[in-house]
């Protein structure tokens, strides 16, 4: 919990606590299964919250939607305040904002095939070298004649052009073979099979809606709701890197900061 601008992570003969400053690392809660690892989580996710850093929870269980309102008393809780010595303790509610890329449990999740880019998209494809080139030519053509790639429609429609109109191009740009584009409309099938239609489109997220603060200073937390998502890998990793890529262009490299900008969980992440 927040306590005294520090993170009370535990408790024996002395106080334990996690720096905010120390918290720009990577990382762990292990332990066996009800030990209490998810309620560790939320804990902490409440304590920087109440620190005014926004929170990313990845909510595979969909048991992370609890934060939204006050806890209430239980023998257990009772025991473990008195357990700690903690004073004056009060049940809160925190700003939670819900995410899911299907749109049926909270705002949804989506960006344009051209933000993703062809390098990210041939990665999350697993296509080689050549169908990466390939790839790479489809989306030169696009961004020459301004046409932007929204949704798997769009790039579909411009793979198949490009592979109609293999000779004109491939003396601009290179080879382009039949089985190059067929191997890829392949990979794009398996990941529409999974949902991937209602990732990419429009409107595009903005990924400062994830950071912000509520007016009485509290950083949100940002739930994703992934119980189906979580059935879908190829579908959830593609999310992910899209995330950290948005990370990387969007946040400057800014050192040590006196606490994180933003703090992500990935509950289960095995």
């Known amino acids: 919990m927040y306590y005294e601008g520090k993170l009370w992570v535990g408790q024996s003969d002395k106080s334990c606590f996690l720096l ?17 690892k998810t309620v560790t989580l939320k ?6 919250s109440e620190m005014g850093v926004p ?3 990845a909510d595979i269980k969909g048991d992370l939607a609890s934060l939204a309102t ?9 025991e473990r305040i008195e357990t700690i010595g ?5 049940y809160k509610s925190f700003p939670v904002q819900f995410w899911d890329l299907f749109g049926e449990g909270g705002h949804r999740v989506r960006t344009t095939v051209s933000e993703m880019g062809a390098l990210l998209l041939a990665r999350i494809l697993g296509l080689n070298d050549t ?20 949704d798997f429609k769009d790039l579909r429609a411009m793979i198949q052009h490009v592979g109609e109109n293999a000779k004109e191009y491939t ?14 409309l392949r990979s794009l099938l398996a990941l529409e099979d999974q949902g991937a239609e209602h990732f990419f489109g429009e409107p595009e997220l903005d990924f400062y809606d994830m950071m912000r603060v509520s007016p009485e200073g509290k950083g949100y937390i940002n739930i994703l709701h992934s119980v189906k998502l979580f059935q879908s890998p190829v579908l959830y990793s593609t999310f992910l890197l899209w995330m950290l890529s948005e990370l990387f ?6 050192g040590d900061l006196e606490k994180p900008r933003m703090v992500f969980f990935f509950d289960e992440a095995h």
């Open 20 to 36: 905010p400053k120390m918290a720009n690392r990577h990382g762990l809660i292990a332990g066996a299964t009800g030990t209490g």
């Open 43 to 48: 804990v902490m996710a409440e304590s920087f």
């Open 55 to 57: 929170v990313f929870l």
């Open 70 to 78: 006050p806890g209430s008393e239980n023998p257990k809780m009772i």
């Open 86 to 90: 903690i004073e004056n303790f009060t």
């Open 131 to 150: 169908q990466t080139g390939v790839l790479n030519i489809v989306f030169r053509v696009a961004d020459e004649n301004g046409m932007m790639l929204l």
């Open 171 to 184: 003396l601009q740009y290179g080879n382009i073979s039949s089985q190059s584009v067929g191997a890829i």
């Open 249 to 254: 262009e969007t946040l400057p490299e800014t």
